[in-house]
């Protein structure tokens, strides 16, 4: 199943689609079933009801009829967890890790009087290597959940950075409240998979991460976090690790890549979170930018008015506009 979270002048409705191009209103559809319509007043709810939530829309959309549905492209598409419970982002790929260690060495080098010299000196101090620790256990940093914004969302330039970037990421969405799971049983606490843009100032976060400390201002601004265009459910994907992924600026791609190459698995990435900590339904882990999935690794960033549009099989296209002094809007989106 799909689901999304679109907007009305009620406020917030939850969704699921019938098809490419029809949505279920869940609510209205309990109700005029006589089924319990509380578990449906938002995707929150939903989530924390869990398995019995979930049957009763899988008999909803079996009893719909498409008279009774909303034209997708007519809705404005929220984020599908608007106000996550929780967002940690990991750091999960080598290559991507390794070739942005590289970038930062190189624009703290480009600061310098003589950048080569400069360069060559933090190459040989070996500050800008991976550590054994990222191999040895999953590493990650929390986020700022109220800053979430879905898709076709205007994300905000903020006025300190110079320097924008998009970020490519797998996000699970945590569908049980599990403690000291094993990896064996992890992946019964995965609801379900999104797309995740982690919108960044490289800038400022290059500058930041000399203090050797978790990232600050580089990623903490509003509508930096979008998430979208829908919530697929677990029983849905067969293999996160073999989804086709890609992401592309103004229609250019620049990337085309799989979600394969983890360096530490979902389920012992949500084991490990869970060592003597309680994960909560409606928490969002990302899996981390995948290898060439931003441009920082290249450094080439984003300008003013660009489109950078995330793609991931069984979820969807995730398209946001980057705007100086923007607001964050949106409208309808598309998802497959």
Known sequence: MQLITFETVRGPRLGALLNSELVLDLAQAAERQGEYAAWLS??????????????????????????QCLELSSLRLLAPLPVPEQIR????????????????????????????AALTQLQASGMFAIPPVWYERPLYFKCNRFSVVGPDAVVEWPPFAQKMDYELELAVVIGKKVRDVSEAEAMDAVFGYTIYNDFSARDVQAHESQFRMGPAKGKDFDTGNVFGPCITTRDSIADPYALQMSVAVNGEVKTRTTAAGMQHSIARCISFLSQSETLYPGEILAMGTVGNGCGYESLSFLNDGDEVTLEVEGIGRLSNRLRRGGRGGGGPATTG
Do not use: K, T
């Open 42 to 67: 938002s995707m929150l709810a939903l989530i924390q009801a869990g398995e019995p939530a979930l049957a009763l829309v899988r008999r909803l959309l079996r009893a719909s009829e498409p008279a």
């Open 89 to 116: 982002d990991f750091a999960n790929y080598e290559l991507h890790v390794r070739q942005a260690l590289a970038s930062s060495m190189r624009l703290r080098a480009n600061a310098a009087p003589d950048p080569e």
